[in-house]
């Protein structure tokens, strides 16, 4: 079973941010949560651009899928929609990356746009978001939203 661990040292923060190709600046201003499989770190989450009871961006890089379990999700949800107090999360992929398009949309996410040759290598970005009443991972009597 997968579980996060609050990181503070910046370390999980780079190591997203080295595995997306993302600036790391941005990422370890955010949230950091490493992701623990069978005592072993094999991922992490970052939660960037947090505006206090608005929204977060995240980002998601591991080097195991084991990583995604429905108890790791809720603690991922969590932490965004209750914890930070967030009313939507936001997560830019890109096009060409099925699987993880794929599990966003299972999740919950929904594509909201597209940024055309936004990576260095021409591809393009999809974004997608969720609002936190459209989160079916989260206990919403504690959010106090309603589910969608």
């Known amino acids: 079973m997968s579980e996060l661990i609050y990181d503070r040292s910046g370390k999980t923060a ?18 950091a949560f ?6 072993k770190i094999i991922g992490g ?8 009871s608005d929204s977060a961006w995240i980002s998601i890089y591991t080097t195991d ?19 930070l107090n967030c009313r939507r999360l936001n997560a830019l992929i890109c096009s060409d990356n099925h699987a ?23 591809q393009d970005a999809l ?3 969720m609002l936190a009443s459209e989160c079916k991972f989260i206990n919403h009597k504690t959010t106090g939203e309603n589910h969608v």
Request: glycine share 10%.
């Open 65 to 83: 899928k084991h990583w995604c379990s429905k108890i790791c999700l809720k603690q991922i949800f969590g932490i965004a929609f209750i914890a």
């Open 14 to 31: 780079r190591f997203v941010a080295d595995g997306l190709r993302l600036d790391p600046e941005e990422l370890v201003a955010g949230h």
């Open 100 to 122: 993880s398009i794929s599990l966003a949309t299972r999740c919950g996410f929904v594509l909201e746009g597209k940024m055309r040759k936004y990576y260095s290598t021409g």
């Open 34 to 39: 490493a992701i623990r499989h069978n005592n």
């Open 45 to 52: 989450v970052t939660f960037s651009g947090y505006i206090p």
């Open 127 to 129: 974004v997608l978001g």
